[in-house]
């Protein structure tokens, strides 16, 4: 692993090559590890994107240097964006539907980026389209649209997996991680299957989400707090691809929340909701790897942990469930 001792020209050099560790909550004999991504200059898994998606976008001349990048976005994505966005010679303006964390929209307005507001209950699918709107209303600018943009998949292809890959000396049994446009999933799924095709890939998503529909299945759409992943429309998501999962596992924001907590007062892991439900979801199939129920090529179990629980403490993520805004 890269250990940054060296003088670096930029912050994007020091996105990825983040540590992986043990969670220690996981059986013995089949061991789950988490790839921290919190430890990314944004703090979250999407500055992968953020850079790989401007730097080839730019390369391919989809917009010049001085253009405006547009993204409708709930948080991360944005500050991903803004992050790589100023030291690439670009504006960035963000479509945010209001019920996304404070925080995070502190954070985007701080790296220079300009933040519009749709109303919560129009939901991520007005987002797109006010984005859209916005990018035409403009001179030089482009919606890298991350829930169809193969470069999103692509940017975890070409960093996530192989840096997972590498730590664990190719021993990587089952992949399993949370949707939210299954950016990250798809693009680990994909380099573990070609270097294996038995390779177990496990997508996570909350009680109430509609990943499911994907394999067919008949879904309650609901409410849910855990924050960043899951859909209520899967028409708009063209990276998630159901012939490379085995399976779509589901977890209520309750046992998301004790968890959340868990992970901290035991692990010291200041990790948000996703992580904590692709915690709960990555030692379900550690269980049933030791058990036989699951045939993984190796035992090795990996998760993401996606983002701080500190972008949420104004949403009371460590106070009781109830209080939990969500
Ligand atoms: N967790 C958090 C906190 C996120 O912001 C996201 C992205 N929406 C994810 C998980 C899911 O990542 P992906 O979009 O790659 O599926």
């Known amino acids: 692993m890269t250990t940054h001792r060296e003088p670096l020209s930029s912050v994007l050099e020091t996105i990825g090559e983040t540590p992986l560790v043990r969670v220690h909550d996981s059986p013995d ?3 789950v590890y988490a790839k921290l991504e919190t430890f990314n200059p944004g703090a979250s898994v999407k500055d992968r994107i953020g850079k790989h998606m401007l730097e080839r976008m730019l390369e391919r001349g989809d917009v010049g240097e001085g253009g405006t990048v547009v993204e409708p976005t709930a948080g991360n994505t944005g500050i991903g964006i803004a992050v ?29 980026a300009e933040v519009v ?31 169809s943009n193969p470069l999103n998949a692509e940017a975890h292809y070409e960093t996530t997996a192989p840096e997972i890959d590498e730590a664990l000396d190719g021993e990587v049994g089952a992949v399993v991680a949370g949707v939210g446009t299954g950016g990250t999933l798809m693009g680990t799924a994909r380099y573990f299957r070609e270097r294996d095709p038995d390779t177990c890939v496990v997508a996570v998503e909350p009680e109430g989400s509609a990943y499911r529909e994907f394999l067919g299945e008949e879904v309650d759409h609901g409410a849910y707090k855990t924050e960043g992943i899951g859909t209520h429309d899967i028409s708009r998501n063209e990276l ?10 589901t977890v209520p924001d309750r046992a998301v929340h004790e968890e959340m907590g868990r992970l901290a007062a035991e692990e010291g892991q200041l990790v948000a909701s996703s992580a904590a439900a692709n915690a709960i979801a990555a030692k379900r199939v550690a269980r049933e790897v030791r058990d036989g129920d699951i045939d993984a090529p190796h035992d090795a179990v990996v998760t993401i942990f996606c983002d701080s629980s500190e972008r949420y403490l104004s949403k009371g993520v460590y106070r009781s469930f109830e209080e939990w805004e969500g």
Do not use: C, W, Y
Request: hydrophobic share 45%.
């Open 84 to 112: 790589a966005a100023k030291q690439l010679g670009l504006d960035a303006v963000f479509v945010v539907p209001e019920r996304f964390s404070v925080e995070k929209q502190q954070l985007m307005r701080a790296l220079g």
């Open 29 to 31: 004999a089949v061991p």
């Open 240 to 249: 998630f691809d159901p012939d490379l999962v085995d399976d779509i596992l």
């Open 117 to 147: 507001n749709t109303p919560s209950e129009d939901g991520m699918g007005f987002a797109i389209d006010r984005a859209h709107e916005i990018a035409d209303e403009l001179d030089d600018a482009v919606v890298p649209q991350q829930f």
